[in-house]
């Protein structure tokens, strides 16, 4: 079945950015969207923003200034930054497939990733 | 932004019991509506989707009701895997949001 796994670094300064890759396992990114959801105590489960294999696009309107997301359909892979972070940026970050192609945005999210515990610290 | 609010935020009940969470959206989201259970340390897990079709594989025990802005999740003879917290999500429209989650603890 799709397996999905987060990497980058674990901890990142203030006003830095945060960089995540999620590697899709058993299954072609071309299959569905892929989602970026972080959750925190403070803020519980948010979501980031959503990309498909051709590169569309949609973000959360309370990130939008600061995220990017990119598609590397050579790696089945695809990516997150988040620019100027703070503490309030510190959370677990999943990645996790959106529905599927045939379903219009936005949907369910299965399958997620383990998730990574980034730490905005200096 | 829809906003999704769970009740009760905790729940405390013993194996066999049938349990009951509520998810309460701002506006309509049709049966555009997702539960989620997530255990200490792990990804949350699609239960329902559609407001009531079950995923593939997960126990009949799980069942899940509503349209428009009143959703129930529901536990019939709670077992001691289900102790965990549950998340709704909807998926109407703009961006996907969560309920705050409710807790099923151990009485």
């Known amino acids: 079945q799709v397996q999905l796994q987060e990497s980058g670094p674990r901890q990142v300064k203030p006003s830095e950015t945060l960089s995540l890759n999620c590697t899709i396992s058993g299954g072609s990114i071309r299959s569905k969207y892929w989602s970026w959801i972080r959750q925190s105590a403070g803020r519980g489960l948010e979501w980031i923003g959503r990309i498909d294999s051709t590169g569309s696009i949609g973000y959360n309107p309370s990130l939008k200034s600061r995220v990017t997301m990119s598609v590397d359909t050579s790696k089945n892979q695809f990516s997150l930054k988040l620019t100027s972070v703070t503490a309030a940026d510190t959370a677990m970050y999943f990645c996790?497939?959106?529905?599927?192609?045939?379903?219009?945005?936005?949907?369910?999210?299965?399958?997620w990733g383990q998730g990574t515990l980034v730490t905005v610290s200096s | 932004d829809i906003q999704m609010t769970q009740s009760p935020s905790t729940l405390s009940a013993s194996i066999g019991d049938r349990v009951t969470i509520t998810c309460r959206a701002s506006?309509?989201?049709?049966?555009?509506l997702a539960w989620y259970q997530q255990k200490p340390g792990k990804a949350p897990n699609l239960l329902i989707s559609k407001a009531s079709t079950l995923e593939s594989g997960v126990p009949s025990r799980f069942s899940g009701s509503g349209s428009g802005t009143e959703f129930t999740l529901t536990i019939s003879g709670l077992q001691p895997d289900d102790f965990a917290t549950y998340y709704c999500?909807?998926?109407?429209?703009?961006?996907?949001?969560f309920g705050q989650g409710t807790k099923v603890e151990i009485k």
């Open positions: 996790a497939g959106e529905g599927t192609m045939a379903m219009i945005p936005p949907n369910w999210f299965d399958p």
């Open positions: 999500q909807q998926y109407n429209r703009y961006s996907p949001t």
């Open positions: 506006q309509s989201i049709n049966s555009w």
